[in-house]
T-cell receptor
Framework: GEDVEQSLFLSVREGDSSVINCTYTDSSSTYLYWYKQEPGAGLQLLTYIFSNMDMKQDQRLTVLLNKKDKHLSLRIADTQTGDSAIYFCAERPSGGYNKLIFGAGTRLAVHP | GAVVSQHPSWVICKSGTSVKIECRSLDFQATTMFWYRQFPKQSLMLMATSNEGSKATYEQGVEKDKFLINHASLTLSTLTVTSAHPEDSSFYIC????????????FGQGTRLTVV
């Protein structure tokens, strides 16, 4: 079946690194995504990784993919207060290019 | 990125009335639009997928007679919640993409519906 799981809450100090973890079940997923949702707003695509990649870096963001364990992580370096938001992991199952399966979201709180 | 706009951002309606939510793509032709529903502290659940000019495809468990979707043009899709009840109160989000199924879908800002 299709299922994406994330921890619900993460608290970090400003300037530290944040690591948000996600596990998924569909080993044939083609793309995996990280979205950011600020209060009362829609989703903003942060980054994505194709399933044949291990790592992708984009400025302060680093995505690591362990396909064997079906584990995805998002690392935010030098976390700022503006990074406080809910972060959703999502997978795109193969053959289901119309559909994204979302995790429940991880609420990141950044404190001084 | 491309812009998708939802209207209204929030709406309060009386139980038993119907509410229409609009989703517009402002700078691209949205061949396909998706409607999601998000309960507090929960994830987005896909409700339906609509292709321009065709009937929407609903996910299992979503009542098509209650959640009417129209996608009559390449820039506009509407979701009408008919005979709304308090349990329909939720955050509704649309996303849209062009004709390439592998391109990114862009999300609207969402509509918070409260039924009293």
């Amino acid at each position: 079946g299709e299922d994406v799981e994330q921890s619900l809450f993460l608290s970090v100090r400003e300037g530290d690194s944040s690591v948000i973890n996600c596990t998924y079940t569909d080993s044939s997923s083609t793309y995996l995504y990280w979205y950011k949702q600020e209060p009362g707003a829609g989703l903003q695509l942060l980054t994505y990784i194709f399933s044949n990649m291990d790592m992708k870096q984009d400025q302060r963001l680093t995505v690591l993919l362990n396909k064997k364990d079906k584990h995805l992580s998002l690392r935010i370096a030098d976390t700022q207060t503006g990074d406080s938001a809910i972060y959703f992991c999502a997978e795109r199952p193969s053959g289901g290019y119309n559909k994204l399966i979302f995790g429940a979201g991880t609420r990141l709180a950044v404190h001084p | 990125g491309a812009v998708v706009s939802q209207h209204p951002s929030w709406v309060i309606c009386k139980s038993g009335t119907s509410v229409k939510i609009e989703c517009r793509s402002l700078d691209f032709q949205a061949t396909t639009m998706f409607w999601y529903r998000q309960f507090p502290k929960q994830s987005l659940m896909l409700m339906a997928t609509s292709n321009e000019g065709s009937k929407a495809t609903y996910e299992q468990g979503v009542e098509k007679d209650k959640f009417l979707i129209n996608h009559a043009s390449l820039t506009l899709s509407t979701l009408t919640v008919t005979s709304a009840h308090p349990e329909d109160s939720s955050f509704y989000i649309c996303s849209a993409r062009d004709q390439n199924p592998y391109t990114e879908a862009f999300f609207g800002q969402g509509t918070r519906l409260t039924v009293v």
